[in-house]
């Protein structure tokens, strides 16, 4: 079946980069995303990227993708203690009632000023 | 852009009764809507996928007598949690497909369900 793999906790310093891996399993996927999850709140999309592509880049982030080894990541320039969050990451799958995203447990990602 | 309105965002409820969450789509029609749960630390499960004018196919282990979706507009979607208890409590969301790839899913804003 579908599984997508997140590590779970990520710590970093106000002014780092962080990056934030994923790995996932259904090479059918079509577009693959990057959602951010403050506490309480519902999800907000941050980026896509379609799986024909390498790499994306949207001002401070940065997704690179690997298809061979089904290898998703995001990397947060100049990291702001307002990144703090929970960040999934999420495949497209084809169900037999539409299309539904697939999601990973999630990386806690925790900024320290 | 595209909005999914959810609401109860919370809700308290006794043991045995059932609560009934709402999702509307408000600029846009949601032929198809995605329910999810989320336990606390943990990712978000496909509980159902509902489509307008039909039944609502769900995912391996989910109970469709206890979790019953309606979605019988273009843009409503309802999720009633019948004869709720303690371990029903979780955090629930809805999601929507939008044509613009771009866009992608939105989502609601969630609902916090707490069975006493």
């Known amino acids: 079946g579908e599984d997508v793999e997140q590590s779970l906790f990520l710590s970093v310093r106000e002014g780092d980069s962080s990056v934030i891996n994923c790995t996932y399993t259904d090479s059918s996927s079509t577009y693959l995303y990057w959602y951010k999850q403050e506490p309480g709140a519902g999800l907000q999309l941050l980026t896509y990227i379609f799986s024909n592509m390498d790499m994306k880049q949207d001002q401070r982030l940065t997704v690179l993708l690997n298809k061979k080894d089904k290898h998703l990541s995001l990397r947060i320039a100049d990291t702001q203690t307002g990144d703090s969050a929970i960040y999934f990451c999420a495949e497209s799958i084809a169900d037999q009632a539409g299309t539904a995203l697939i999601f990973g447990k999630g990386t806690t990602l925790s900024v320290s000023s | 852009g595209a909005v999914v309105s959810q609401h109860p965002s919370w809700v308290i409820c006794k043991s045995g009764t059932s609560v009934k969450i709402e999702c509307r789509s408000l600029?846009?029609?949601?032929?198809?809507m995605f329910w999810y749960r989320q336990f606390p630390k943990q990712s978000l499960m496909l509980m159902a996928t509902?489509?307008?004018?039909?039944?609502?196919?769900?995912e391996q282990g989910v109970e469709k007598d206890k979790f019953l979706i309606n979605h019988a507009s273009l843009t409503l979607s309802t999720l009633t949690v019948t004869s709720a208890h303690p371990e029903d409590s979780s955090f629930y969301i809805c999601?929507?497909?939008?044509?613009?790839?771009?866009?992608?899913?939105?989502f609601g804003s969630g609902t916090r369900l707490t069975v006493v």
């Open positions: 600029d846009f029609q949601a032929t198809t």
């Open positions: 509902s489509n307008e004018g039909s039944k609502a196919t769900y």
């Open positions: 999601s929507a497909r939008i044509q613009d790839p771009l866009e992608g899913y939105t």
